[in-house]
């Protein structure tokens, strides 16, 4: 009597039914289900308003997202000791821990790019109908967007700039009406000034008359306050530069993004930091369901070649230490 054993397919590798069960299924929907959340909790909080009112707590509340990945560590851990398969334990791991890091990475960076910028300035006052020539840097110590008088203009050719690495450009704030530097304080121009609106790398040191933000839309006079605390020094540095060039003083010197409508500028980096936080969960999601559809179907398989012979029952009999055939006595 000839046994006979059933031809394997292997021209395929998706999803083959009688392979796939309900353990497998099991640990499928957990890797298919909580890295996506975990990336959710931790890209949430720190891209919004949590991040901003509390800068330190905030991380503490972020590595909450660490207790599933060290939960399948200790999964993996314990079925390795009993001597169970540690596959699906080991890349749930690895999964979790992908989305957990990934996740702070991305909120982070979205926070500092864009809803910083958003908090910083919302959280701050706002004013209308100023007058530069009326007013100081300390007078609008707290202003977040500023809505200049009509007939306030960049001094564009008053413009200057500080490099270092990035080029950091300046240029003062003030109302049209023949400004004369070498005249005396009070006379064609301010005692100190103090608005200034900045970019960076929108000139250069070699010509550093201003070209930043919208300087050359004839309806913008409005200012919308420079956030970033790290840029600030550079721009502090580029109006001393500037005073020393114009022979001008700026006693209080703050800084704003030269635009057209403050609050829309503002809103816009909400929606900007909102439309990143949706789309780098959704992407997650994505790279993760196709990375369980390959771990299904790479781990249906009972032993760990993908594509190797079954193996005969009692296989283990033919041989030992290494694989070598027991010596015939």
């Given at each position: 009597?000839?046994?006979?054993?059933?031809q394997q397919n292997k021209s395929h590798v998706f999803f083959e039914r009688w392979r796939i069960n309900g353990p497998i299924l099991f640990k499928?929907?957990?890797?298919?289900?909580?890295?996506?959340?975990?990336?959710?909790?931790?890209?949430?909080?720190?891209?919004?308003?949590?991040?901003?009112?509390?800068?330190?707590?905030?991380?503490?509340?972020?590595?909450?997202?660490?207790?599933?990945?060290?939960?399948?560590?200790?999964?993996?851990?314990?079925?390795?000791?009993?001597?169970?398969?540690?596959?699906?334990?080991?890349?749930?791991?690895?999964?979790?821990?992908?989305?957990?890091?990934?996740?702070?990475?991305?909120?982070?960076?979205?926070?500092?790019?864009?809803?910083?910028?958003?908090?910083?300035?919302?959280?701050?006052?706002?004013?209308?109908?100023?007058?530069?020539?009326?007013?100081?840097?300390?007078?609008?110590?707290?202003?977040?967007?500023?809505?200049?008088?009509?007939?306030?203009?960049?001094?564009?050719?008053?413009?200057?700039?500080?490099?270092?690495?990035?080029?950091?450009?300046?240029?003062?704030?003030?109302?049209?009406?023949?400004?004369?530097?070498?005249?005396?304080?009070?006379?064609?121009?301010?005692?100190?000034?103090?608005?200034?609106?900045?970019?960076?790398?929108?000139?250069?040191?070699?010509?550093?008359?201003?070209?930043?933000?919208?300087?050359?839309?004839?309806?913008?006079?409005?200012?919308?306050?420079?956030?970033?605390?790290?840029?600030?020094?550079?721009?502090?540095?580029?109006?001393?530069?500037?005073?020393?060039?114009?022979?001008?003083?700026?006693?209080?010197?703050?800084f704003f993004h030269w635009v057209e409508d403050a609050d829309k500028t503002m809103q816009n980096y909400f929606t900007k930091g909102f439309r990143a936080w949706v789309f780098s969960i959704f992407c997650h999601m994505c790279v993760n369901a196709f990375a369980v559809v390959l771990l299904?179907?790479?781990?249906?398989?009972?032993?760990?070649?993908?594509?190797?012979?079954?193996?005969?029952?009692?296989?283990?009999?033919?041989?030992?230490?290494?694989?070598?055939?027991?010596?015939?006595?």
């Amino acid at each position: 009597m000839e046994v006979r054993r059933r031809q394997q397919n292997k021209s395929h590798v998706f999803f083959e039914r009688w392979r796939i069960n309900g353990p497998i299924l099991f640990k499928a929907i957990i890797c298919l289900l909580v890295p996506p959340l975990i990336f959710l909790w931790t890209t949430t909080c720190l891209s919004f308003s949590t991040h901003f009112n509390y800068p330190r707590r905030v991380w503490l509340l972020t590595w909450l997202g660490v207790l599933p990945v060290v939960f399948s560590a200790w999964s993996a851990f314990r079925n390795y000791k009993v001597g169970l398969d540690v596959r699906w334990a080991v890349s749930s791991t690895i999964l979790f821990t992908v989305a957990f890091f990934l996740g702070m990475f991305v909120g982070d960076a979205n926070y500092l790019v864009n809803m910083h910028n958003f908090y910083f300035v919302n959280s701050l006052k706002s004013y209308s109908n100023i007058k530069p020539k009326e007013v100081t840097g300390t007078q609008l110590m707290d202003a977040g967007r500023v809505v200049f008088a009509e007939g306030t203009r960049l001094k564009l050719d008053m413009g200057m700039s500080f490099t270092m690495w990035d080029t950091y450009c300046v240029a003062p704030i003030h109302a049209a009406g023949g400004d004369n530097p070498e005249g005396p304080p009070g006379v064609g121009h301010p005692a100190s000034y103090d608005l200034w609106a900045v970019g960076k790398n929108c000139c250069s040191s070699d010509n550093p008359e201003f070209a930043c933000g919208e300087y050359n839309n004839p309806d913008a006079r409005s200012g919308l306050r420079q956030s970033n605390e790290d840029q600030r020094v550079y721009f502090a540095l580029a109006v001393q530069q500037a005073e020393a060039a114009y022979g001008i003083t700026a006693k209080h010197p703050i800084f704003f993004h030269w635009v057209e409508d403050a609050d829309k500028t503002m809103q816009n980096y909400f929606t900007k930091g909102f439309r990143a936080w949706v789309f780098s969960i959704f992407c997650h999601m994505c790279v993760n369901a196709f990375a369980v559809v390959l771990l299904i179907n790479t781990f249906k398989y009972t032993n760990r070649a993908l594509f190797a012979e079954e193996k005969l029952p009692g296989h283990y009999m033919h041989g030992h230490d290494g694989g070598h055939a027991l010596p015939a006595h």
